[in-house]
């Protein structure tokens, strides 16, 4: 009696899902048959509306020419289709060498339009490809991953799919596994999930910020991918929530590390501007050995007028109401450079060079008063003087040397210049002399 009872079922099981087999490849097909359809309405519509422009016997052939152009362009729009069918098909049923060759057929066809990527998403193309990127086997992660960055062009539905389908949690564990090529997708891919404005990326819970603090601390990895892993944490700072995830996964270290090569420093400036407004980042600047002399070398490139700006406002916010980190900056030698500065470098970093000075100027009695970075409330010199007045004297006596240093600099600079102006103009004079007195000899 049990065993009679067992045996339905058991072929219930398997005929339900026999049954769901069956539902997906007609929801397939089903697919697959709108889009030849839709395609084959547009063919006609095309020949419909084709224009006839005059009655000569000349134009006349091109009229009659024009249907047959159009059935030879049948067979190839059909095999596209054909392709494209078979392609899925692959995708979806087919062994994992299918799927790798699927996965980079669909690469190209996702390389046409919008309408062919919004298509494939609807076929469910995207969840098998999130599925691949967690293989072991490079060949297959990295068609996976190049199929799912054309399929993320343009279109903000197929990146949403990508990260309900859990591609964040797929990212791999070891980064110097990989290879030079497929490093760069995965960066490449995060960095346009990243543009995601409304779905939030689960940042603290994925593999997101390990994956690219391993990329871009490895020794390994070239220069353009560290560029496209700066962009992609310069997005994830535009979002205040992260910046707690980003504090605590070795960011401001890392950005700390970078923004000494000029060809990332100003990336990794304008991270740090928009994570040193929060409470954790600009303590964790506070305590890297690396700021404030860093920060004050990168003042002196006059050829990275950017990074002088983002460096001066880095430090104008670190200096707010901290005698420490002034303190800091004044033994590090930020004066001398501050004067500098203000008076060669661009309008905005001068408006904040100045802005610093006067705060070193006299510090027991300048107020600090409203500027570029977060506005705290003024600390009253009753509640806690932040510098003895000895140190106040010698820091106008200071002042006042290294005013008239700049000055003789700059006057010694100007006396420069004027006579090199006038030993060209000499010279210039003197070749027009001699060039004229030729032209008047006769032979």
């Not at 026999?18 to 547009?42: D, E, G």
């Not at 993320?152 to 990260?163: E, Q, R």
């Not at 001066?312 to 590090?332: G, T």
Request: some cysteine; aromatic content about 4%; charged content about 25%.
């Amino acid at each position: 009696m049990s065993s009679s009872r067992t045996q339905p079922s058991s072929s219930s099981g398997t005929s339900s899902s026999v049954w769901q087999l069956q539902y997906m490849k007609v929801h397939f097909f089903t697919k697959i048959r709108c889009l030849l359809k839709s395609k084959a309405s547009t063919r006609k519509r095309n020949v419909q509306a084709s224009p006839e422009k005059s009655r000569n016997h000349q134009d006349s052939e091109k009229v009659a020419a024009l249907p047959e152009a159009v059935v030879s362009k049948q067979p190839e729009d059909e095999n596209e289709e054909v392709v494209l069918q078979r392609t899925v098909k692959k995708l979806h049923f087919g062994s994992w060498e299918e799927k790798e060759k699927a996965a980079n057929e669909i690469e190209k066809l996702a390389r046409e339009d919008r309408k062919t990527r919004k298509l494939m998403a609807e076929l469910g193309v995207i969840q098998v490809l999130v599925s691949m990127v967690a293989s072991n086997v490079s060949g297959h992660q990295r068609a996976a991953v190049n199929a799912l960055i054309q399929l993320s062009h343009g279109t903000y539905t197929n990146k949403a799919l990508m990260v309900s389908a859990g591609i964040c949690s797929k990212l791999p564990n070891d980064v110097e596994v990989l290879d030079q090529s497929t490093r760069h997708g995965f960066t490449e891919l995060l960095l346009s999930l990243s543009s995601l404005t409304i779905t939030q990326l689960p940042v603290a819970s994925s593999r997101i910020l390990p994956f690219l603090m391993d990329t871009m601390n490895s020794d390994s990895t070239d220069m353009k991918t560290k560029e496209m892993c700066l962009a992609t944490i310069n997005n994830l700072c535009l979002v205040l929530e992260n910046a707690g995830p980003l504090v605590l996964s070795g960011a401001v270290q890392t950005l700390l590390s970078l923004m000494s090569a000029k060809d990332l420093s100003e990336k990794a400036l304008a991270s740090l501007g928009q994570l040193v407004v929060t409470q954790m980042g600009k303590k964790a600047m506070e305590e890297c050995l690396a700021v404030p002399k860093d920060l004050i070398e990168i003042l002196t490139w006059d050829d990275k007028p950017k990074c002088q700006e983002y460096s001066a406002y880095i430090l104008m916010v670190l200096a707010h109401q901290s005698w420490s980190q002034r303190e800091k900056m004044a033994k590090s030698g930020i004066v001398p450079v501050l004067l500098e500065v203000s008076l060669l470098g661009s309008p905005l970093v001068q408006k904040r060079a100045v802005k610093l000075l006067q705060w070193f100027k006299d510090e027991r009695n300048v107020r600090v008063g409203p500027h570029s970075g977060p506005q705290t409330g003024w600390v009253s010199p009753e509640m806690g003087s932040p510098m003895s007045p000895r140190s106040g004297e010698e820091g106008k006596k200071m002042m006042k040397n290294l005013v008239k240093q700049s000055l003789y600099k700059n006057m010694e600079m100007i006396t420069r210049r004027g006579n090199v102006d006038m030993e060209s103009e000499s010279c210039r004079l003197k070749s027009l002399i001699i060039s004229t007195s030729s032209k008047s000899l006769t032979y």
